[in-house]
């Protein structure tokens, strides 16, 4: 009986530290970062949809950002649908980095191309 407890009590902790550690982005809270791009695709889906950015530097050189929001019902919550933003479109998208330097964003708001703003996180 005490082996059967301690297997479930295992494999309850096995599956709840992936789920707890999914819904924490690895991002440095202590400053927003802002990348202007050119939409190269919008993956609308879960767990958190996606932006992909091409935004030139100021050198002149193109990186790739991600850019990423909350769970779908989150973002229509706050007026966002899969057709919001689409390839060639150009958006501002201002967020927290990944801490680790990798140029993914946990996007909290974006400047659409005809000037509307939309937020996600209530910021």
């Known amino acids: 009986m005490k082996s059967l407890l301690a297997f ?7 599956v709840a ?11 440095n ?9 050119t939409v190269k695709e ?21 990186e790739t950002w991600l850019v990423g929001g909350p769970a ?6 706050n007026g966002w649908t899969k057709t919001t933003v689409k390839p060639g479109d150009v958006i501002k998208g201002t967020g927290y980095q990944f801490a680790d330097g990798q140029k993914i964003i946990r996007l909290e708001r974006a400047v659409l191309p005809d000037g509307t703003e939309l937020r996600l996180y209530g910021r």
Do not use: C, D, Y
Not at 8 to 14: D, F
Not at 42 to 49: I, V
Not at 72 to 77: F, K, L, P, S, V
């Open 8 to 14: 479930v009590i295992l494999a309850l902790t096995a």
């Open 17 to 27: 530290v992936p789920l707890s550690a999914h819904h924490s982005w690895p991002v």
């Open 29 to 37: 809270m202590s400053q927003l970062v802002t990348v202007t791009g």
């Open 42 to 62: 919008f993956a609308w889906g879960n767990p958190h949809p996606m932006i992909t950015l091409e935004v030139r530097t100021e050198e002149g050189k193109t």
């Open 72 to 77: 779908i019902t989150r973002m229509e919550a």
